[in-house]
T-cell receptor, first 113, second 117 residues
Framework: GENVEQHPSTLSVQEGDSAVIKCTYS??????FPWYKQELGKGPQLIID?????GEKKDQRIAVTLNKTAKHFSLHITETQPEDSAVYFC????????????FGTGTRLTIIP | GAVVSQHPSWVICKSGTSVKIECRSL??????MFWYRQFPKQSLMLMAT?????????EQGVEKDKFLINHASLTLSTLTVTSAHPEDSSFYIC?????????????FGPGTRLTVT
């Protein structure tokens, strides 16, 4: 089955600086890679996703890059703000009748004011 | 956006009793719903996948007779924890898959915190 590794497990960034979270996956058949933000006591919120036919996607301060050859994808948050503090999960999924997401282990991002 | 609600948001029950958690997709039809369990500071663990009108598919190690899942409509799925024990205390999160082209997008509910005393 798919295995997703996520690094780092914790990340502290000065407000205004950029944060980068990296994930690797094992199943070359995976073709959908969402990122979720989870605040304390809440469910995960989809913040951005990327499909295997795209190398990069941006949405305001958030961007995701995908390297299919190396089987890794990354989340980039620029101009970080205190409200960006949360746990971020990457995930991977194939689309061949099995729509189960495999999650990374999460990254606790803390923005230092 | 795609909104998924859960009810209740938290529940405390006594050991041996059963608890039902509802999951609703408010503004879309979820052909597939997923139930996850999350322990503190850990990732989400998939418990089961359910398609509307079909029996749920449980992940290995998840007791289907203990965690009863019903997906009666395209907007409602329920998880019943039967004969709950303290070790069942956890954060339960449901998710609905919205089919809008490819790929299916998956949206999560706010979670239900279950405490079994």
């Amino acid at each position: 089955g798919e295995n997703v590794e996520q690094h780092p497990s914790t990340l502290s960034v000065q407000e205004g600086d950029s944060a980068v979270i990296k994930c690797t996956y094992s199943d070359s058949a995976s073709n959908y890679f969402p990122w979720y933000k989870q605040e304390l006591g809440k469910g995960p919120q989809l913040i951005i996703d990327i499909r295997s036919n795209v190398g990069e996607k941006k949405d305001q301060r958030i961007a995701v890059t995908l390297n299919k050859t190396a089987k890794h994808f990354s989340l980039h948050i620029t101009e970080t703000q205190p409200e960006d503090s949360a746990v971020y999960f990457c995930a991977a999924r194939t689309n061949f009748g099995n729509e189960k997401l495999t999650f990374g282990t999460g990254t606790r991002l803390t923005i230092i004011p | 956006g795609a909104v998924v609600s859960q009810h209740p948001s938290w529940v405390i029950c006594k050991s041996g009793t059963s608890v039902k958690i509802e999951c609703r997709s408010l503004d879309f039809q979820a052909t597939t719903m997923f139930w996850y369990r999350q322990f503190p500071k850990q990732s989400l663990m998939l418990m089961a996948t359910s398609n509307e009108g079909s029996k749920a598919t449980y992940e290995q190690g998840v007791e289907k007779d203990k965690f009863l899942i019903n997906h009666a409509s395209l907007t409602l799925s329920t998880l019943t924890v039967t004969s709950a024990h303290p070790e069942d205390s956890s954060f339960y999160i449901c998710s609905g898959a919205r089919q809008r082209g490819w790929p299916y997008e998956q949206y999560f509910g706010p979670g239900t915190r279950l405490t079994v005393t």
